[in-house]
């Protein structure tokens, strides 16, 4: 970052002197109780993470997942099987169009080195 002196020069501002800006500026926002405006996108994006990430995994069994994977990927049966309802329909919906299949590749590819407990499951 730069700024400009009052004699017309350049200086550097060091990342420290940066930080200490930025902690002070975030201490006065929180002594007054003002919270930076989140936009739109932003706030779409945060809302879609914190949903993911509240959301419970799927046990299913490994054998049975790798291989409607492996035969109906290309159509979301891997998806339908574990319960991803959303995800599954997107696939079907869209299988013409080979993007489905790529990421029934990215799939197997997650799925394949996770280990399997003693009943056999693993969680997607």
């Known amino acids: ?3 400009k002196n009052s004699g017309g020069t350049k200086n550097e501002v060091t990342m420290e ?4 800006a930025k902690a002070e500026l975030d201490a006065v926002r929180e002594e007054y109780g003002i919270r930076p405006k989140e936009g739109k ?4 994006i945060s809302n879609f993470f914190d949903k993911r990430d ?9 054998k049975k997942y790798l291989l409607l994977a492996l ?9 339908f099987y574990a319960r991803q309802w959303v995800v599954a329909v ?25 280990e ?8 997607v």
């Open 1 to 3: 970052m730069k700024k």
């Open 17 to 20: 002197e940066y930080l200490a």
């Open 41 to 44: 996108i932003s706030r779409a």
């Open 54 to 62: 509240a959301k419970e995994l799927q046990t299913v069994n490994r």
């Open 71 to 79: 035969f109906t990927g290309w159509m979301g049966g891997h998806r």
């Open 90 to 114: 997107l696939y079907l919906a869209l299988f013409w169009t080979g993007f489905p299949l790529a990421m029934t590749i990215i799939d197997l590819l997650a799925a394949i080195p996770k």
């Open 116 to 123: 399997a407990d003693k009943e056999g499951n693993i969680c």
